[in-house]
C-alpha cells in the first residue's frame, strides 16, 4: 500500500491481480449483478490509487478490501439507481 501512495502503478496492478477475484465474488454475491460487482471493483480500487484504500489498522489488506467491497455492494444493491448510473459511493 505505501507503493500505491507513491504512484507505483505496477504496485496497484499486483494488488488487483491479487485481490480483484476476491472482491468481485464478494460484490456478486451482495448486488447479484454482474455490471454491479464490476462497478465495485473498479471504485474499490480507484479508491486505493486515491489513497483512500485499506488503512494501516491492522488488518490485512485482503480483508480491508473485502469489507470496502461488501460496504460499496451494499450501497448499491439498497440504491439499485446507482448502479444503473455507475456510481459506487
Do not use: K
Amino acid at each position: 500500500m505505501q507503493s500505491i501512495g507513491r504512484r507505483d502503478a505496477a504496485a496497484l496492478a499486483a494488488l488487483y491481480d491479487r485481490y480483484a477475484p476476491r472482491v468481485h465474488a464478494v460484490a456478486l454475491l451482495i448486488t447479484r449483478e454482474a455490471d454491479a460487482a464490476a462497478t465495485v471493483v473498479e471504485a474499490v480500487f480507484w479508491e486505493c490509487w486515491r489513497g483512500g484504500g485499506p488503512a494501516a489498522d491492522g488488518r490485512s489488506v485482503g480483508h480491508s478490501l473485502t469489507l470496502a467491497a461488501r460496504r460499496m455492494a451494499e450501497r448499491m444493491a439498497a440504491d439499485p439507481q446507482a448502479s444503473r448510473n455507475g456510481r459506487a459511493d
